[in-house]
């Protein structure tokens, strides 16, 4: 398949920073349209992968092409307007990376219109065209009732809703998810997941990369499964292969046991397995 018609490509890339590898020989590849995850522990790589894909980390060695553009030979400026991002940060932070870090004094409409210029806040007058857009974007995500409402006044589960559609201004080719669901109560999860969904049942749907420590957080419409641990890959595949009681036990060092219902997956760890826990 011709490298443009995948929306992540990279082969054995390596993140190094002093003596600590951070990432060791990824590869992997997702199409463009389809649906992938990657699972894995804290402080497994995932984030910086993450960081490598949108141009704000940059690898020690390998290749990276995303959406067919090498990263180190391509305008990555131009490149995080066909790539959104969502990660859990809604707040101040003293650096930015596109869809993680907003203002939360802006009212929700604003705070998705910050996608349109990739700043923390809204330091440009957006169109009304954009203005716009953004409200309708936010009705999308079910937050109709939230337009003109700050960000930080909304229910933590609504902020991620409003940086989903914060991520679609420029109606991205590729989205990234960075563990959308930390933090939140069943209902928030629920219905960020049921946003996901809704995004990746249309037609012209991006590539989406879910980066989470759940299995339960995956869309039945995932095709490809990456574990990860200590900054590897290790297993990779459709879902009903990897996603198994011995490759998530190796991963998270814990045994588990898996099941599917309904087209999700869930995880059980058994009060016994405690007892080898600490």
Same mark, same amino acid.
């Given at each position: 398949?011709?490298?443009?018609?995948?929306?992540?490509?990279?082969?054995?890339?390596?993140?190094?920073?002093?003596?600590?590898?951070?990432?060791?020989?990824?590869?992997?590849?997702?199409?463009?349209?389809?649906?992938?995850?990657?699972?894995?522990?804290?402080?497994?790589?995932?984030?910086?992968?993450?960081?490598?894909?949108?141009?704000?980390?940059?690898?020690?060695?390998?290749?990276?092409?995303?959406?067919?553009?090498?990263?180190?030979?391509?305008?990555?400026?131009?490149?995080?307007?066909?790539?959104?991002?969502?990660?859990?940060?809604?707040?101040?932070?003293?650096?930015?990376?596109?869809?993680? !870090?907003?203002?939360?004094?802006?009212?929700?409409?604003?705070?998705?219109?910050?996608?349109?210029?990739?700043?923390?806040?809204?330091?440009?007058?957006?169109?009304?065209?954009?203005?716009?857009?953004?409200?309708?974007?936010?009705?999308?995500?079910?937050?109709?009732?939230?337009?003109?409402?700050?960000?930080?006044?909304?229910?933590?589960?609504?902020?991620?809703?409003?940086?989903?559609?914060?991520?679609?201004?420029?109606?991205?080719?590729?989205?990234?998810?960075?563990?959308?669901?930390?933090?939140?109560?069943?209902?928030?999860?629920?219905?960020?997941?049921?946003?996901?969904?809704?995004?990746?049942?249309?037609?012209?749907?991006?590539?989406?990369?879910?980066?989470?420590?759940?299995?339960?957080?995956?869309?039945?419409?995932?095709?490809?499964?990456?574990?990860?641990?200590?900054?590897?890959? !290790?297993?990779?595949?459709?879902?009903?292969?990897?996603?198994?009681?011995?490759?998530?036990?190796?991963?998270?060092?814990?045994?588990?046991? !898996?099941?599917?219902?309904?087209?999700?997956?869930?995880?059980?760890?058994?009060?016994?397995?405690?007892?080898?826990?600490?």
């Amino acid at each position: 398949m011709p490298q443009q018609d995948y929306a992540i490509d990279c082969d054995n890339l390596v993140v190094r920073r002093g003596t600590t590898t951070i990432l060791d020989g990824l590869s992997c590849k997702v199409k463009r349209g389809q649906a992938a995850a990657i699972l894995g522990p804290n402080g497994c790589g995932k984030t910086t992968f993450a960081r490598c894909l949108t141009g704000t980390m940059f690898a020690t060695a390998g290749r990276l092409t995303v959406l067919g553009q090498t990263i180190g030979q391509t305008n990555i400026l131009e490149l995080r307007r066909r790539v959104g991002l969502v990660n859990p940060t809604t707040d101040h932070g003293f650096a930015h990376v596109t869809g993680a !870090v907003v203002d939360a004094s802006l009212t929700a409409t604003n705070a998705v219109c910050t996608g349109y210029f990739a700043s923390v806040g809204l330091y440009e007058k957006p169109s009304i065209e954009q203005v716009e857009h953004a409200r309708q974007l936010l009705k999308a995500v079910g937050l109709q009732h939230r337009l003109d409402h700050k960000l930080g006044q909304l229910s933590t589960g609504e902020q991620r809703r409003a940086l989903i559609a914060r991520a679609l201004v420029h109606k991205p080719e590729l989205l990234i998810l960075d563990e959308p669901t930390a933090g939140l109560d069943l209902r928030g999860r629920e219905q960020v997941l049921a946003t996901i969904e809704q995004l990746l049942a249309q037609p012209d749907a991006p590539a989406l990369l879910m980066i989470t420590h759940h299995v339960e957080e995956l869309s039945p419409r995932t095709m490809q499964v990456l574990l990860m641990k200590h900054g590897r890959f !290790v297993a990779a595949g459709e879902p009903n292969e990897v996603i198994n009681p011995e490759a998530l036990s190796a991963v998270y060092g814990c045994k588990v046991f !898996v099941k599917k219902t309904h087209g999700r997956f869930w995880l059980e760890v058994l009060p016994e397995a405690w007892l080898d826990l600490v």
